[in-house]
């Protein structure tokens, strides 16, 4: 089974069947905070959250949402001088704000040229019913989906992590989500210290199992500036050898349908801020390492995918 010249679905081949050319995520940082950081969930965040949230690469939100898209264009144009682009609100919590707000910025992101799409990152439980009933109108314009920072299934691991909200949250939400038809991306991160393989694995299959039409799949970074690395500092934990990630990664895409839209399946770590997993900063050894093992398996996206 190949999806252009890949055995699984990447989103690179969903946005080109779907535009019918190259189409380009512009980050964006909207200048929302989260709930997890500003009392109302939690002080402090998720352990790995920097101060900067998940938008390393996101335009400074001092800029206009206009400006930072122009600027991500001209960017990001030496590489793709021609496309489409989907407007990626990535930084923190983006759809925590007043629906008016939240209404400003989307629509500012859809109204520029060539965008032809909408990516908005939250949190389950962020997303009231006014938030879903604006999603619904906006998924009857533009091309749209919304990302959940699932990360893990299990308990014992989303106390550690204080990620703030538990499983029948993130259910609720991808129910709510299903109904209005819009698209859910649900994220998982690999190598939490008191999860072996198995806890892995039963991530993906529950996710297997969830209406989400696609998928990112992370390495747990340390990175400097977070309490994982005050915590990794004082009690160092196992990390997981690149062998082992691929290795994992490679059995994750056997266990996903194959209409399931593989999003990503390293992470792009902060060079100057990460402390481990090192060999992570080498993204394209780690990609061609997973090509190498589903061809050397001779498997794809799906052989083992069951419902249950
Ligand atoms: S939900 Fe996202 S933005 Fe909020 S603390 Fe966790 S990782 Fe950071």
Known sequence: MFWGDKRYRSLNYELRNIFGTKTIKLSLDGGFTCPNRDGTVGNRGCIFCGEEGAGEFTSSKK????????????????????G????YFQNFTNTYSTYEDLNRKYMDAISQDGVVGLAIATRPDCLLEEVLNLLEKFNEKVFLWVELGLQTIHSKTTKFIRRGYELDCYERAITELNRRNIKVVTHLIFGFSNENREDMLNSVKYIANTNTWGVKFHNLYVQKGTDLCDYYVKNPFYILSQDEYISLVVDSIELLPQNMVIHRLTGDGKKELLIEPRWTLNKLKVLSGIDKELKERNTYQGKRFKLF
Not at 63 to 82: A, D, N, R, T
Not at 84 to 87: D, P, Q, T
Request: net charge positive.
């Open 63 to 82: 800029l206009s949402i206009k400006e930072q898209i122009e600027s991500q264009k001209e960017f990001l144009s030496k590489k793709w001088p021609k």
């Open 84 to 87: 489409k682009y989907i407007a």
